[in-house]
């Protein structure tokens, strides 16, 4: 009996037809896609968690009930860093509106340490960092600061939490007084001296 034969009474042959081949193929196709895709997610997985941003030690926080508005903080941070009274390269910012009533007459601005720091994300020259020696505070080094502001347009709070130095043109921030040359305390500076303890450094 023939080839002919054989295949009109059903036999099938070796060889696949265009149908399975084209059946088998897809499936070998699509489960070296999915194999693909779950390998790219996992390679993207590793590699964020590689890049994990270490959580800051903590961040000052500010009371307005108990703020009477002294601004001895914002001379105690001028002096830590500075050695001289400058409040307005005072890390911390302390604003009275007149025609608001109590508590949101007196409000108090500090850098919270961000989870997430687009100012440290952002920066192009990797001034503004994470000092890992430190507590992981995110901290701005000035050598390396070349005034472009991208940390200011970057930080999501208003007012922005970083502060200009227009005599030097470059940025500044609070560091927590890791960085501050001239403080003696264990906390930072603006902690320490505040009478009415309306300041805390809070983890």
């Given amino acids: 009996m023939g080839k002919k034969d054989d295949k009109k009474k059903g036999v099938r042959d070796d060889k696949l037809s265009r149908r399975e081949f084209l059946i088998t193929g ?11 895709y779950h390998a ?15 959580k800051a030690k ?16 914002m001379i105690a941070c001028s002096l830590a860093h500075e050695g001289s009274v400058n409040m307005s390269t005072s890390r911390i910012q302390i604003s009275r509106y007149v025609f608001d009533d ?14 997430d720091p687009k100012c440290v994300e952002n ?16 901290v701005i080094d000035k050598e390396k600061c070349i ?6 347009e970057s930080c999501p709070f208003t007012p922005r939490r ?10 500044s921030k609070c560091d927590l007084c890791t960085n501050a040359p001239y403080n003696n305390k264990s906390e930072p500076a603006c902690v320490a001296i505040c009478p009415q303890k309306a300041l805390k450094f809070v983890s």
């Fill in 102 to 115: 109590f508590p949101n007459d007196i409000m108090g601005f500090t850098c919270q340490q961000c989870d």
């Fill in 40 to 54: 790219t997610e996992l390679m993207a997985a590793e590699e964020k968690s590689s890049n994990v941003i270490p």
């Fill in 123 to 138: 920066c192009p020259t990797g001034a503004c960092h994470i000092d890992t020696k430190n507590g992981n505070a995110r």
């Fill in 162 to 171: 970083l502060v200009w130095d227009s005599a030097n043109g470059k940025a």
């Fill in 58 to 73: 903590g961040h000052v926080e500010h009371d307005s009930k108990l703020c009477s508005g002294c601004l001895s903080c």
């Fill in 26 to 36: 897809s499936s070998f196709v699509a489960g070296g896609l999915v194999t693909t």
């Fill in 147 to 152: 005034g472009c502001k991208t940390c200011f």
